[in-house]
């Protein structure tokens, strides 16, 4: 990489007062047979150097090429701007991380600006074998990796078991529950009663706390049909969530917990840290959030308590027996993988296919998702586990602490293995909690993730909608907070309507269609 961008970079963050964001600050290797590579999709514990990653050293072992690493900032707002640092060089490293469906035009806008080049004829030359391999085995992922016109343009993260798509969900204390003589509530009046005993019984004072930007996951506005964002009818055309009528339904109920006592009276405001705080204090006794960060985290924190104890329950609905139309399901593919630049050299092209194809190997998916065999896993009836070392580290790192060192498992340009989700959840309750939140309708309702807009239609679709999200939010807390009558929604949609929502709609069923006749 030029050094001016690599001392730019490093000045970013330096800036942020971020510490080990990024390696080769200094000691630049200006050596024509290193391939450079921007990992995008942070890797190691956010204070170590690329070199002293025990993965990065793993990965040059297993493939024999050098690679000169430089490491994302594990913030999100330095992150994008160290990209956008790189992309406003117009010099690039060999290899680039990033979510191109955020991209400005999508893929297709990083190909036409000359950022990254199209991987099809790379393909063709039989130069990504593992790759091409893995898609014919996998139709169902290949659609998700081609650009509108069919450019191939990443070596893509995939996540393709639903098991490692499910994140966050709704969790409840199940010692409150079996005290209380209380079924897992699956209903919306079930959930509220529920909600009810705990404030009346427990003492909880906000029976329900949820993250201020976990409310758009739709965990309980998925009960009334919609999610706070673009979907999909039952006639497969796009409609806006926030329009609808079972969004005002939703708006309704939540105005009535509130005022019941039943929300934390500042859902607006809250953070993770007061998350935690609430789920192991007793001051709440329900949630939506992860089954590694949020129920993994509780039960660890309460392990002196014998008593505590959480489920993972499936996503509400109104009516017994209904299946959820939405819950927290991630795309198998979002964007996110690793591309070959225009400022790759010939002299190291081959070297840098080579690299990202190893990936897709048999021996380098155990690599990225596991480690080195012997070390961080062995083989335990046919199935890669985790070792102590990993599991239970001798120098107290926790197991996420560890995966981050000594593999890729949660992100980079590979397919994750169930058995990462499988081992990394090992809780009975994270097991089950997932079997749960899987239960859903989401990819029949949903959009896909990898849609993209073409740069014209960017440019207005982002003025439309940033008034129009802005304008939503303050009436979703106005709304429940009672701060506002719901009597004024047709005035709120016809606001909506001034600001060009209804093109947006056709920006997006546009996309929505070429997307299916890729």
Not at 42 to 55: K, L, Q, T
Not at 91 to 111: C, L, T, V
Not at 159 to 187: A, C, H, Q, Y
Not at 435 to 449: G, Q
Request: with cysteine.
């Amino acid at each position: 990489m030029n050094s001016k961008i690599k001392k730019a970079l490093c000045v970013a963050v330096a800036g942020a007062s971020l510490v080990g964001a990024l390696s080769g600050c200094s000691n630049s290797k200006e050596v024509s047979n290193v391939v450079t590579y921007w990992a995008g999709i942070p890797m190691g514990d956010g204070s170590s150097d690329a070199e002293s990653i025990p993965f990065v050293q793993y990965l040059h072992e297993a493939t024999g090429i050098d690679v000169d690493f430089t490491i994302a900032s594990s913030d999100g707002g330095q992150r994008t701007e160290q990209f956008n640092i790189l992309i406003a060089s117009n010099e690039y490293p060999d290899i680039m991380e990033s979510n191109w469906a955020g991209f400005k035009g999508g893929a297709q806008g990083a190909i036409d600006q000359k950022v990254i080049v199209p991987l099809n004829q790379y393909m063709d030359e039989g130069k990504l074998p593992n790759f091409v391999k893995y898609l014919e085995e996998h139709p169902e992922i290949d659609k998700l990796l081609k650009t509108d016109s069919g450019e191939y343009y990443t070596i893509p993260f995939i996540r393709e078991d639903d098991k490692s798509r499910m994140f966050n969900g709704p969790i409840l204390r199940k010692d409150w529950l079996d005290e209380l003589g209380l079924e897992v509530p699956e209903t919306i009046d079930e959930w509220e009663n529920v909600l009810a005993q705990f404030k009346e019984k427990k003492g909880a004072t906000a029976p329900l706390t949820i993250l201020s930007n976990f409310w758009d996951v739709g965990a309980f506005m998925g009960a009334y049909g919609v999610k706070n964002g673009f979907i999909l009818d039952d006639s497969g055309k796009v409609v806006y969530g926030p329009m609808q009528d079972g969004y005002k339904e939703f708006l309704i109920k939540m105005n009535d917990w509130y005022k019941k006592g039943l929300l934390d009276n500042g859902f607006a405001q809250i953070d993770g840290n007061m998350l935690n705080s609430q789920m192991t204090s007793g001051k709440s006794g329900a949630a939506v959030f992860s089954a590694g960060g949020g129920m993994g985290k509780w039960l660890g924190a309460m392990s002196d308590d014998p008593t505590y104890d959480l489920v993972g329950a499936k996503f509400p609905v109104l009516n017994k027996g209904d299946r959820p139309r939405f819950g927290t399901k991630a795309s198998a593919f979002d964007g996110s993988g690793a591309s070959i630049t225009t400022s790759c050299p010939e002299e190291r092209i081959d070297s840098a296919l080579k690299l990202l194809d190893y990936a897709y190997s048999d021996e380098g998916r155990n690599l990225f998702n596991f480690g080195k065999e012997g070390v961080d896993y062995t083989m335990v009836d046919g199935k890669p586990t985790y070792t102590d070392y990993v599991t239970n580290n001798p120098d107290g790192k926790t197991m996420s602490e560890m995966l981050a060192l000594e593999t890729r498992a949660t992100g980079g340009p590979f397919a994750q293995s169930v058995r990462y989700t499988e081992q990394f959840l090992g809780l009975p309750q994270q097991s089950a909690a997932v079997d749960n939140w899987r239960d859903t309708d989401d990819e029949k309702y949903s959009l896909p993730a990898v849609m993209a807009l073409t740069q014209e239609e960017s440019d207005e679709y982002t003025r439309i909608m940033t008034n129009a999200n802005t304008l939503k939010g303050e009436k979703f807390v106005k709304y429940i907070q009672g701060t506002e009558s719901i009597d004024t929604w047709d005035s709120y949609i016809d606001e909506l309507k001034d600001m060009g929502i209804e093109r947006a709609i056709e920006i997006e069923q546009a996309a929505y269609e070429r997307f299916l006749s890729r």
